[in-house]
């Protein structure tokens, strides 16, 4: 079973853009949040992982602040 990933980013992000294109690189499947653009998704970012910082994971409810390969590869058991 496939895990949900969820990515909250910004399109001037260079860390975000780096992240998008390590998942997309080894075809992990992901749901990119814009929260330059949306409000209500800044707001579910902040909720979560009390931090403004972008990027922000949510792998099946487990948060990743920042661009960290080796918990992400660690809570996608890659």
């Not at 980013?9 to 992240?19: E, F």
């Not at 992990?28 to 653009?37: K, L």
Request: include cysteine.
């Amino acid at each position: 079973m496939s895990k949900i990933v969820k990515i909250y980013s910004t399109p001037i992000c260079p860390y975000c853009k780096m992240a998008k294109q390590y998942l997309t690189e080894n075809n992990i499947p992901f749901e990119d949040v814009d929260v330059a653009s949306n409000q209500t998704a800044t707001r579910e970012m902040i909720s979560k992982s009390s931090q403004m910082g972008v990027p922000v994971f949510d792998i099946d409810g487990q948060i990743i602040v920042g661009f960290d390969k080796t918990k992400i590869k660690q809570l996608l058991g890659i």
